[in-house]
T-cell receptor
């Protein structure tokens, strides 16, 4: 069975600093991977998805993620954090319509 | 129209009440989902409908009863709930239930059971 692991339940960065949220997956077949963001008391919004067309995936709000098969990783990055990036981030794998969620990483951005 | 709508936004109910949550999408999606999310946790899948037929029930208690009247609408009927059922209930949809499709989420219904 597929599983998704997010390293670090809470990450804190300063405004303008690099954001790096880590995600590793376990799978014997190429996974379908997504990053979602959830702001307080809201639903989930898709940031980006891996479709196997390119290993570097660009998403909304300046985020991008790189799929590395050798490391079974799909880490999310943003060069410069903004206060509005503070939210919960989920790395997700889709297995036949069943989303497999990582435990989530709460991103805090300090002024 | 590229959004999933959910009503009501908030719902407070007693353990003997019967209520329903509603979800709607007009993107032509043929797969729709119900999730339950507790605080500080990822969403947990409850039900999947594919082409208006229930395809996945994640062993959800019978006090939760889903219904898909048509391809745009998904309901969740609630009866005799327990306080531990208090949570954010999220609806989602996708073009089909294939793995390569992203799911589009609604804003959720915040349910409190007294």
């Amino acid at each position: 069975a597929q599983s998704v692991t997010q390293l670090g339940s809470h990450v804190s960065v300063s405004e303008g600093a690099l954001v790096l949220l880590r995600c590793n997956y376990s799978s014997s077949v190429p996974p379908y991977l997504f990053w979602y963001v959830q702001y307080p008391n809201q639903g989930l919004q898709l940031l980006l998805k891996y479709t196997s067309a390119a290993t570097l995936v660009k998403g909304i709000n300046g985020f991008e993620a790189e799929f590395k098969k050798s490391e079974t990783s799909f880490h999310l990055t943003k060069p410069s954090a903004h206060m509005s990036d503070a939210a919960e981030y989920f790395c997700v794998s889709n297995q036949g319509g069943k989303l497999i969620f990582g435990q989530g990483t709460e991103l805090s951005v300090k002024p | 129209d590229t959004e999933v709508t959910q009503t009501p936004k908030h719902l407070v109910m007693g353990m003997t009440n019967k209520k329903s949550l509603k979800c709607e999408q007009h993107m032509g999606h043929r797969a729709m989902y119900w999730y339950k999310q507790k605080a500080k946790k990822p969403p947990e899948l409850m039900f999947v409908y594919s082409y208006e037929k229930l395809s996945i029930n994640e062993s959800v208690p019978s006090r939760f009863s889903p219904e898909c009247p048509n391809s745009s609408l998904l309901n969740l009927h609630l009866h005799a709930l327990q306080p531990e059922d208090s949570a954010l209930y999220l609806c989602a949809s996708s073009p089909t239930s294939d793995s390569y499709n992203e799911q589009f989420f609604g804003p959720g219904t915040r349910l409190t059971v007294l």
